[in-house]
């Protein structure tokens, strides 16, 4: 049996997995013992096995567990080949991501579905470039539409980003953007509320929604938000300016484009 073990063993990268995942489970069945019965072939088979699966035992831990070492063994190596069958499935996920990215560099479903494809891999740093870069595309899409006028496709192409990423706060500032630009300033100042949420010392988005205020007609408001920026930064000179302008005229002040936020 041990025999047929080293032979198995001694394959190659595919013979090897198609033995631990078929064979060498019935020669372990063929091989079990009650611990008293375990001898130094059995332990060598297990270490072996262990080498096999590339698993390392603690120096100084007992080779052998108190209770039916061998099918210990053979759950081992079960749990071993499906954790190396999901990163063969997470390999190929992510080149099927790849393969659409470099048909299309601009598609953001795929650079979303690279980001998580790349986290399971624990591959974080390339996972959150992919996940920036998803947001680009998105944003530079909104911008566009909203440009020529198509602020319900360009909400939409928002919506879509927030259903995947709902605590975002750049996707939730590109939203701002949009339906500032469309002169919804109720929903405009929900969204800048949602980005101060996760960034609440952003100045720019506080000059911003101070803009929104403004517009609601909520003066008062719109002054502790402009405050609020410049607390925050007192070199924010857009907030400088627009709450210098608020302070000396009655009316409500022009509604500039949105300031470009960090």
Request: some cysteine; hydrophobic content about 40%; charged content about 30%.
């Amino acid at each position: 049996l041990l025999a047929q073990l080293d032979d198995g063993l001694a394959g190659n990268a595919g013979g090897r997995e198609r033995f631990i995942e078929k064979s060498a489970p019935v020669l372990r069945s063929r091989l079990r013992a009650s611990p008293s019965d375990i001898d130094a072939a059995d332990l060598n088979a297990v270490a072996k096995l262990d080498a096999a699966l590339g698993v390392r035992v603690p120096e100084g831990a007992d080779l052998v567990p108190t209770s039916n070492p061998i099918e210990d063994v053979q759950n081992l190596a079960q749990t071993e080949l499906k954790k190396r069958n999901a990163q063969v499935r997470l390999r190929d996920a992510l080149a099927t991501h790849e393969a659409a990215l470099a048909a299309d560099p601009n598609n953001a479903d795929a650079w979303v579905g690279k980001e998580s494809s790349l986290r399971e891999l624990g591959r974080n740093e390339e996972a959150q470039a992919a996940r920036s870069r998803a947001i680009d595309v998105w944003d530079e899409k909104a911008q566009a539409l909203s440009g020529r006028g198509m602020h319900k496709e360009a909400l939409a192409v928002c919506d879509h980003a927030l259903t995947l990423y709902p605590k975002d706060a750049r996707v939730w500032r590109i939203k701002a953007w949009v339906l500032r630009d469309a002169k919804r300033w109720q929903e405009a100042l929900e969204a800048y509320e949602h980005v101060l949420e996760v960034e609440p010392n952003n100045d720019d988005t506080c000059c911003n929604k101070g803009v929104c205020l403004v517009n609601l007609g909520r003066r008062i408001d719109a002054v502790a938000a402009y405050e609020r920026a410049l607390a925050i930064n007192s070199s924010n000179q857009d907030a400088r300016n627009s709450l210098d302008t608020l302070q000396k005229q009655p009316g409500p002040t022009p509604s500039p484009r949105p300031a470009a936020e960090k």
